[in-house]
């Protein structure tokens, strides 16, 4: 039996920081329950942002753009599994990260009427999702819209969102490796994931 694929993308320019290290968490739980899984950090990767030239619609890939994007489409497809997490900017993710969503357009199928209808080539699949975010602030406001500028893209491409993971009231880097209890139901999570998947 073929064993289940989680991908996990660390939206985060700071290396060894929060993002990286509940990351590495979620993805030790998932390869607990027996996945196959692959860590990307796009800080790692060139990503252009989408220009709106709508070609994509017509190739089915990206044509505008050969950049990282064309290395992470093969491994997002063949991942039944999505783990997204980035540290709150500005009530928002990181820019790299809505880069790298907003290059998920391809997967679309679009209608030619307006406002046109669409609907996702990833959808019926069983593809799950766990979305996390991180902010200094110990007010879940403050966190402003991280998980869902996360969640609600990944919802209309089909995949099921098993868990939001907000965690407040953390910004030096590395510090959540001080909480135990984060750390703990970020590898649960990550188990979950891997276990609904099978």
Do not use: W
Request: aromatic share 10%; net charge neutral.
């Amino acid at each position: 039996m073929n064993k289940v694929k989680i991908i996990g993308i660390g939206g985060s320019p700071r290396k060894n920081g929060n993002t990286d290290i509940l990351l590495d968490n979620f993805l030790k739980g998932a390869e607990s329950a027996g996945a196959d899984t692959k860590k990307v950090l796009l800080r790692n990767y060139s990503i252009e942002p989408c220009i709106g030239c709508e070609a994509c619609r017509k190739a089915g890939t990206c044509t505008q753009f050969h950049d990282g994007m064309n290395l992470l489409y093969p491994e997002i497809e063949v991942s039944k599994g999505l783990i997204l997490g980035s540290p709150t900017y500005n009530y928002n993710i990181t820019s790299s990260m809505k880069s790298f969503i907003d290059r998920l357009y391809p997967y679309y199928n679009f209608t030619n009427d307006r406002p046109r209808k669409y609907s996702s080539k990833l959808a019926n699949q069983g593809r799950k999702a766990i979305v996390f975010s991180i902010c200094e602030q110990l007010e879940i406001e403050e966190m402003g819209f991280a998980l869902e500028a996360m969640e609600m893209p990944l919802e209309a491409l089909g995949y099921e969102d098993i868990e939001k993971f907000p965690v407040t009231g953390c910004f030096d880097r590395g510090v959540v490796s001080k909480d135990a209890e984060v750390l703990k139901k970020a590898f649960e999570a990550g188990k979950k994931l891997a276990v609904d998947l099978r």
